[in-house]
């Protein structure tokens, strides 16, 4: 910067004597910008691109902004500086006041899928639970976020390098001029990176970040790290580890000019590259210096979750100087908290609206067809359903609003086991059925038949049901003394699978057998119980959690065909006479009418006695159970 001063004759401020306006400081650098892409062609000295332990340890920002450079950077004339927010003083100006308002900025995560919609590169909860982290590591930068999300199903973008970034981009980026892009999906080889603001594709389909899954599966603060990219701040390493060595840009060991080399901060201690909480050690080798103490809890270094802990001041100023220069068209001036959003109906969720804006008006669409006019509304949820939930404000300076797509989980889901007619002596089939309003991830299925009669239990079969291409897992095992078992339907635990779509009908069918005799009607139910390891109950997973379901018990319907008044055998005399009896009136009612109902036409009349009595004096067709 100092050298471009001297090249530049119109131009000797002092920096310390800025003006205050942004706009001729903005006119300024513009001014210096254009010589420095003159000398371009001179010099061809890319920043060193990061090796690929460093590309492998995470964030590869650098690496991808060096490859888009042309290569201008003409280090015998200064460190390269892209706007008025890299002037110290325009930057100043731009540092956060501590009560000052906060600046809301509108994210837009996107979730990538298999083909076949499983194996989701993050959940709905843990994106809520980085943004939280994220508003805490930005709280003193007077800067929060709110969200958005969307779920994409892709198999090619569910794990996919650095030539395949644009192309996912170009597919899935939503409204980049007006909302942070942050795609989470595994990246190969595993890095983060974010966009600067001066790279002409911040504000296209191309900008935006990209986390791999690795650095949002637990709650960190490498999403506060890409962010600060995205908002104008360099790794504070940049001017020791990603420019050459002792060039113009360089960032010696006790610096007096930190603000016109490195990461343009004179706040951040200069450093080489270092992963530990204790700085790097060791001495300069561009002027013997020791490095002494650097910077590890600053956010921009590559210390880490158990270092982190700030940005700097001059970061702070630079983030809200290019947040107005470049990036207004991602505030969102309105966002939202709530409370637990996964419940049984009906379920309350308090909202809470929040804003830096003077507000003439608030209004809340709770996604059921129910508004409210307040701030902070709570609002009850009578029906079972998925719902998306909207914020409006009438602002003095304008209309702003906030989505977030199916954010409250209201269930009232229900397991019912059938109770069909089964004969003694055989294997029969007994449906569960299962009423879901929330797309499944899990259905657990704790089977009991603990009733007066020793049924055997045989096996289970989701063939020919909606859950047929579900994992069936004998979850706990069988016991014979308890008589039980818990199955477990999922997702594929590979992630092949989808999840249960909401609907009504069986997911799963039990055969079992009745002693040959058997008259007594055989309880199946769903029970929740404990063993030493795990409690069971009758259960569906949804992506924000799971919940118990109310289940129904059903039974088998002992039915020995012919066995018309249901003494435990049959056909014989007994039956035929009970069966007329039933038709002159003598008896009011049958005690097992699927029983009786012989010839399996669904009623019971006389067709049904001469069946019985063709089969019994002249060998005519056996009769069957029907209800
Ligand atoms: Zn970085």
Redesign the pocket.
Known sequence: MTEVRHDLSGLRCDISAAPANPLVWAILTLLLWVPMQTFAQDAGNLPPTPTSSQVTDW?G??KRWAEKQPAFTNEAAACPTYGPCDVAGTRNAYIPDPGQSTTIIRLMFHIITLDNGTNASTTPAMIEAQVANLNADYAPVRIEFEYQYQTHASSAYRSLNEGEFDLMKAAYAVQPDSMLNVFVSYVEPSYS?GTFPWDPQCLTVYGGIVMTTGHFSNIQSTLA??VG?CLGLW?THHGVSEVNECSQCYEKANSPDGDVTGDLCEDTEPTPLSYGCGGPGGNDPCNSQPWGLTDPQNY?GYAGEGCWSEFSPQQMGRAHCWLNDQLLGWSSGVRFTHTNVLGPAPHVVDFNGITGKTVNAWTWDFGDGQTSNQQSPTHEYSDAGLYDVTVAIQATDGQYETVRRELVWVYSDSMVVGSPTAVPGTSNRIDIYARNHLPLQEIMLPISWDGPVPITFDSVTTTGLRTNYLSVQEYAHYDDYSKRITYRLAVNPNGSQAELAPGTGPVLSAYFTMPPGTSTDCPISLVSYSNIFNTFSPRFTVLPGNYDVTAIAGELTACIPGDINNNGFGPDVSDLSYLISYFTGAVPSLPNPAAANVNGTGTIDLSDLSYLILYMVAGGNPPVCSS
């Open positions: 964030c920002t650098q990176y790290h890409e990219h790794h921009m």
